[in-house]
């Protein structure tokens, strides 16, 4: 990695990530900037097309629970705010710096973005929520340097029987860590139904990473545990 100072910080530096401190250590230094440094700049539209997906499959009249994991600075809470506004929308990421932003972030009645932020790394067992949630979403999370399969299936937990979770996955990521594997093991035993699948970019056209592809799977979750 290059040396710790905001400027100096890239996509390539999150893709090489290998721990939960590493994480940590990144999101420390990249959390004040990373919305103009990284997602302005990158024209970074993934949480964007995510929760247009997540609207389009639920009623967006009701008042659902949903919980954002690795919420970062909340940009998805943010557009999902805009689109299902009568939405309960907690947080959680490992980067208490990046919960910050994401604390300061508003909706457009001048209400908080999220309900409650959690500071957890759900590559271990999830204790921080009681509640279990109608709605999971997640966009870069599951990706080079950051979460694999085994917390994928880890997150099944917070989510209610019935309820929905709604994740991308880095294409290259999902095909070189088993994640196919894991989701129909998930499906055999009865935990979630059949995946379906939508690929979209991560990036805007004029981006220097446009071509960059996620896979946004959405299945329902049958059995939390």
């Known amino acids: 990695m290059r040396d710790n100072n905001e400027s100096s910080i890239n996509l ?8 939960p401190d590493d994480n940590r250590n990144l999101y420390r230094t ?3 900037t990373y919305d103009d440094d990284f997602a302005l700049r990158n024209k970074y ?7 247009s997906i997540c609207a389009g499959l639920v009623d967006t009249t009701s ?19 805009e689109l299902l506004i009568t939405s ?5 990421d490992i980067s208490p710096e990046m919960l910050q932003v994401a604390q300061s972030k508003m909706r457009a009645d001048a209400n908080p973005v999220y309900s409650q932020l959690f500071e957890a790394d759900l590559t271990k067992s999830i204790s921080f929520a009681d509640a279990k949630y109608d709605v999971a979403i997640s966009a870069g999370t599951f990706t080079h340097g950051h979460l694999g399969p085994d917390a994928l299936i880890n997150v099944l937990s917070v989510v209610r029987p019935g309820g929905r979770m709604v994740v991308g996955i880095n294409k290259e990521h999902f095909g070189a860590n088993g994640f ?3 989701l129909q093991q998930a499906q055999v035993s009865k935990r979630i139904s059949a995946p379906t ?3 979209v970019q991560i990036y805007d056209e004029g981006s220097p990473h446009y071509g960059d592809l996620a896979l946004v799977t959405t299945f329902l979750v049958l059995s939390p545990t």
């Open 197 to 199: 699948f939508s690929e």
């Open 180 to 182: 196919n594997a894991s």
């Open 63 to 81: 008042q659902l629970s949903i919980l954002d994991i690795g919420c970062g600075t909340g940009i998805v809470g943010t557009c999902l705010s």
């Open 12 to 19: 390539e530096d999150a893709y090489a990530l290998e721990t």
């Open 45 to 51: 539209v993934y949480p964007k097309s995510i929760s």
């Open 88 to 92: 309960i929308i907690d947080g959680v």
């Open 30 to 32: 990249w959390a004040s």
